[in-house]
């Protein structure tokens, strides 16, 4: 991918698919659809409400599409619009 046109896209298919294949326990995560899933068996490796945030779809490679998720995910956080945290 990151030698072909792919990369445009930021390669972000093939990082999650070589990523979940070299796990040691097995897959994670799933595909569904255009989104992700957790595997069966696996909830118990991630946070209550996790599930939600994997079965996201990533945001539209533009600043704007970024800006608009980072502010939907703030949101999610409980991080009211223009607040910083660290």
């Not at 595909?31 to 996790?50: N, Q, S, T, V, W």
């Amino acid at each position: 991918c990151t030698g072909g046109a792919g990369r445009a896209a930021g390669c972000a298919d093939e990082f999650l698919a070589m990523r979940e294949c070299n796990r040691a326990g097995g897959r994670e995560l799933l595909r569904e659809g255009d989104a992700y899933g957790l595997a069966p068996g696996k909830a118990g490796l991630f946070a209550p409400g996790a599930a939600g945030l994997a079965s996201s779809t990533p945001p539209a490679r533009t600043l704007k599409g970024m800006a608009d998720f980072g502010e939907e995910y703030a949101k999610v956080l409980g991080i009211a619009p223009g607040e910083v945290r660290f």
